[in-house]
């Protein structure tokens, strides 16, 4: 793959899901969340699936690594991205977005515990700062934690950790089926558990789902920002490997508060740019030695 070419994917990549922020706000005026979460997994499922199953002759989940993964995938790094939709009905999408620069370093200590990894005292730091930009960008009122939509920064926070914690037991149950396949297991169990919760907590769903506007943003999400952008993240990852494709989370905010500004008019505060900035730093400390490893080789 020519650098071009990956370029290229890598920018359509953070498109797509940087665009899936305000497609998901706009939705929300129209879908409950978690009923509107469990639609976009099921559009993505069915295509990832399908696609499996034309493409690869490993499409079925054979052996308990491969049934762990995508327990562990469906209900946490899919399941988990409900409350990102409940998050949304208060919080701007680009913050949304910015929040989710925190899953590299959220995973980092996950690992510690399921995988036996260690933190250098660079590391710590890192994580330390992580937790730093957050707090700015959160911006939590020691004496009003109900004000505002900080109760809402909080939850896309809880999918950002459930998030983290779902790539982890993915990573140890050590999968053996095609990835796509894979994704596409996950998904189905993932939008069955929303599914489930849409009905627990009572959401009733309006002749309002019907809407154009609102049947635009499931296809959008499902097709485009799901089950297309997970088949590019695929090659990228194949292609370019996990470290550099990875980069690609700190592209979406960009793309996401700018959409967001633009499109939906949108504000974020000083303090959120800056707490995405500390975060990133962190990022930084905590992967040191892969970004080192990556400017060493040119990124070619």
């Known amino acids: 793959m020519s650098r071009l070419y990956a370029t290229a994917l890598f920018a359509t990549l953070a498109t797509m899901w940087g665009l899936s922020f305000p497609a998901i706000t706009v939705g929300l005026d129209y879908i409950p969340p978690l009923l509107f979460a469990a639609f976009r997994y099921d559009v993505a499922a069915v295509l990832l699936l399908g696609y499996a199953v034309l493409t690869t002759d490993s499409w079925r989940p054979v052996g308990s690594n491969n049934a762990e993964a995508i327990v562990g995938g469906g209900l946490f790094l899919v399941a988990g991205n409900g409350l990102l939709f409940i998050g949304q009905q208060t919080v701007p999408s680009g913050v949304a977005a910015i929040l989710q620069a925190l899953v590299p370093i959220a995973t980092a200590l996950w690992a510690l515990g399921l995988l036996g990894e260690r933190l250098s005292m660079a590391g710590s730091i890192g994580v330390a700062l992580g937790f730093l930009g957050i707090g700015l960008i959160v911006q939590p009122d020691p004496q009003n934690l109900l004000a505002g939509d900080t109760v809402g920064r909080l939850i896309i926070v809880g999918q950002v950790v459930s998030v983290a914690l779902g790539g982890v037991l993915v990573q140890r149950a050590g999968p053996t089926m095609e990835r796509v396949a894979l994704t596409g297991w996950s998904m189905l169990l993932g939008g069955v558990t929303l599914h489930l919760g849409s009905l627990a907590v009572g959401e009733v769903p309006t002749g309002a789902i019907t809407a154009p506007t609102a049947l635009g943003a499931v296809v959008y999400l499902g097709v485009f920002s799901t089950a297309i952008a997970f088949v590019i993240y695929f090659t990228l990852l194949e292609e370019r490997g996990a470290f550099e494709t990875s980069l690609v989370a700190y592209l979406v905010p960009v793309v996401a508060t700018v959409a967001g500004v633009i499109?939906?008019?949108?504000?974020?505060?000083?303090?959120?740019?800056?707490?995405?900035?500390?975060?990133?730093?962190?990022?930084?400390?905590?992967?040191?030695?892969?970004?080192?490893e990556l400017a060493g080789a040119g990124v070619s």
Not at 263 to 292: D, H, M, Q, Y
């Open 263 to 292: 499109l939906l008019g949108e504000t974020i505060s000083p303090l959120s740019v800056v707490g995405f900035a500390v975060v990133f730093f962190g990022f930084v400390l905590l992967k040191r030695r892969a970004l080192a």
